[in-house]
């Protein structure tokens, strides 16, 4: 099985003591007498103050039935933790890290990822879109990135998941 990382969701750990990106999944386990939840799951990051990604987050979690995916704020503890300044930087960018850790997907390549692991239609709306070139693919991707805001507004925090939610989410 996959090696996992503990997140705990109830004690905030110093960014101090976090490891910075690079360190692979076994190195950070975050201490608590409280319930810890464990990364076994690919995590999508998002930009937690985009009206598009929020409601991107909204659509792929109604259609995630298995919870299969975790998700996570480009701007939160988590991202911090697990992805480079750079990424964290471009909030642009949709950042997809499968449960292994291996290899992080980035913009149309992490909507393609997202898309296999929901149930059909859009599974096999992940395989069409795969098919188109990745230079395309991004070409749209960066289209509809760059005019997001003005198209589906700017929250001024991050989204605040229900209570349903949380389990699903990570700091």
Known sequence: MNESVAVDQTVQVASSELPRSGASPGEYQAESSEKSLVIDKPILF????????NSSVDFAIVRDKNARVFYSPLQGETAKQLLSEEDIQHVDTVVFRPA??????RRSAAVVRLLWLMTFPW??????????????????????AGSRYRLFGKHETCRIPTPEERTRFLP
């Open 46 to 53: 998002f930009d937690g103050i985009c009206g598009l990604c």
């Open 100 to 105: 292994d850790g291996s290899h992080l997907y």
């Open 123 to 144: 599974n096999f709306c992940g395989s069409i879109l795969w098919c188109i070139p990745l230079p395309i693919r991004d070409l749209g991707y960066r289209l509809i």
